[in-house]
């Protein structure tokens, strides 16, 4: 049997973070399901706004719509990034900041139980680790 390395736990990291972000744009563009849904957080865009200005409680409609956008797409460049292998450790810095960001808007505006009833904390305290990991297994960066 072989060990455990390092590079297995970043591999790790990698596709659970990767999934994390993915699943989240899933379920803001209906993809889990209808809102209302059971286990659907959004279930549209349009909710996903809603959240998004309610975490941004200085936001206008349509600055949350911009903020939400710059999201959603830094969860998916990030995302696939990290799935691949690519730049990864620039890649899980970004998500550790990402989800830093996201954890400090939740616990301003909501409270600062949520971010740790969501593990949005332990989310961009395991994308900083994997950020001090040179190699991760099953990885691009390792080909180039």
């Known amino acids: 049997m072989r060990n455990v390395s390092t590079a297995d736990a970043g591999l790790v990291l990698r596709i659970v973070l990767g999934i994390t972000m993915l699943s989240a744009v899933a379920d803001r563009f209906g993809l889990w399901g209808a809102p209302g849904s059971n286990a659907v957080a959004w279930g549209n865009w349009e909710n996903f706004v809603i959240y998004t200005q309610?975490?941004?409680?200085?936001?206008?409609?349509?600055?949350?719509?911009?903020?939400?956008?710059?999201?959603?797409?830094?969860?998916?460049?990030?995302?696939?990034?990290?799935?691949?292998?690519?730049?990864?450790?620039?890649?899980?810095?970004?998500?550790?900041?990402?989800?830093?960001?996201?954890?400090?808007?939740?616990a301003g505006s909501v409270s600062i139980k949520a971010p740790f009833d969501y593990s949005v904390f332990t989310s961009a305290a395991a994308a900083l680790l994997l950020s001090t990991i040179a190699k991760t297994t099953f990885a691009v960066d390792n080909r180039i």
């Open 54 to 106: 309610s975490l941004n409680t200085w936001a206008s409609k349509s600055t949350a719509e911009i903020l939400g956008a710059a999201a959603t797409f830094f969860e998916i460049l990030l995302a696939v990034l990290l799935l691949s292998g690519f730049k990864t450790r620039i890649a899980a810095f970004g998500t550790a900041v990402l989800m830093l960001l996201f954890a400090l808007a939740m």
